[in-house]
């Protein structure tokens, strides 16, 4: 299996980004900074178009060969900016898509009079303008092993030096993959914002199959269905019409808007592994995978919502992602969503968080950021948990 370095990785993913919009309604600079040899492409959301930076560096021309910054304005400022860059997203708009899925009525209301509660201080503190670290964009972004031992203060440093009046973040931390990392922000004076409850397999050789795992592994075997890697063009824009029509108008609006070049350039550069499940010459389902060192993660799930369930079109893509990852002895964080089905799949529970430093900016901000972190590690993650989220 062919794959690119953690450095690699990261350099190639910021090289394209700087090609154009890659991702719909999604505003942001992006940075690129280096740090201990990892290289940690970065967002700043929350700032004017007009902005210009001095040091913005053709795609073409990308190197990094110093500690400092290269920058890039992807697009015009959105008010309701894509949840990877901003966290006033993730509460206002994605989390009030996922309130239906609460089971009891009054716990539904509650949770919808709080979202609307918060809303308006949180935007005060400026929730929606972050800077985040190591951020690829993904519904999960994944760490380096090079982040174990990171000089958090030397990057904060960095980060704080392209911009001191915004708040600095980690996205999808969760204790069995990163405690390390975790123990680096505590000390560091970061603090814990809960955002999900994803779902991990951390040692598929270990996992013993259970009826559904089984079942799911046998259609895999079914000689009608295949599933071929994805290199033309065509084949590539089914895929990313089935995306669509499962993340974006199946769940939400809010869920990550990638663009046909993003799906286009990301297999081309070895970015995304692409896999099309045909059968009888069509493409019904589409799965895409991010592999970095020993890591696994898949942002692209996709098929055709209109067919009968009983073609199990998600079964038959879930199980080719993990039966992948076994084969390829990776972790697997199948991120959030489906939990009763990745529970029956011996997925683990893990709480997921993002981190945040906020130590720089004004008292009250401060507070509010504060007040955040109290309310989703004593409010929200008893309803992860509770309701199994």
Request: proline fraction near 3%; aromatic fraction near 10%.
């Given at each position: ?25 999604l505003s942001a600079l992006f940075y ?6 990892l290289i940690i492409p970065s967002t ?181 269905w295949q599933f071929k890697k994805l ?159």
């Open positions: 299996m062919n794959k690119l370095s953690a450095a690699q990785w990261h350099q190639t993913y910021f090289d394209m980004m700087l090609q154009g919009q890659k991702i719909d309604q690129c900074y280096q740090q201990q040899g700043l959301s929350g700032v004017n178009s007009g902005v210009v930076i001095d040091n913005c560096t053709p795609s073409n021309q990308f190197q990094l060969n110093s500690e400092d910054s290269i920058s890039y304005r992807s697009a015009e400022v959105k008010k309701n900016n894509s949840y990877v860059v901003s966290p006033l997203t993730l509460i206002t708009g994605y989390a009030q898509d996922e309130i239906p899925k609460v089971r009891f009525a009054a716990l539904r209301w509650l949770s919808y009079q709080l979202i609307k509660a918060v809303e308006k201080p949180l935007q005060l503190a400026g929730v929606g303008n972050v800077q985040t670290l190591n951020n690829q964009c993904l519904s999960t972004n994944m760490y380096s092993t090079g982040w174990s031992k990171i000089d958090l203060p030397a990057l904060r440093q960095q980060a704080l030096n392209t911009s001191n009046q915004h708040a600095l973040v980690l996205r999808s931390l969760n204790d069995a993959q990163h405690s390390p990392i975790i123990e680096r922000c505590e000390k560091d004076g970061w603090i814990a914002i809960v955002t999900r409850q994803v779902y991990l397999h951390i040692n598929l050789q270990t996992v013993v199959a259970g009826k559904d795992l089984k079942h799911d592994l046998r259609l895999l075997k079914q000689p009608q290199f033309a063009e065509d084949d590539i824009k089914r895929a990313k019409v089935l995306y669509d029509l499962l993340y974006l108008q199946k769940y939400s609006e809010h869920n990550i808007q990638f663009t046909l070049s993003y799906f286009i350039q990301a297999v081309q550069m070895g970015l995304i592994s692409l896999y099309g499940l045909f059968h009888q010459g069509q493409m019904l389902a589409t799965v895409g995978m991010v592999i970095i060192e020993a890591d696994m993660t898949c942002p692209i799930l996709g098929y055709d919502t209109q067919l009968p369930q009983k073609l199990a079109l998600y079964r038959r893509a879930s199980a080719f992602t993990i039966d992948y990852a076994k084969r390829h002895d990776l972790r697997f964080n199948m991120s959030s969503g489906a939990p009763d089905f990745k529970r029956n799949r011996r997925a683990k529970a893990c709480i997921e968080y993002s981190y945040v430093y906020c130590q720089h900016l004004n008292k009250p901000k401060q507070f509010t950021w504060k007040v955040f972190a109290w309310l989703t590690r004593y409010f929200y993650r008893s309803i992860l948990e509770k309701q199994g989220l």
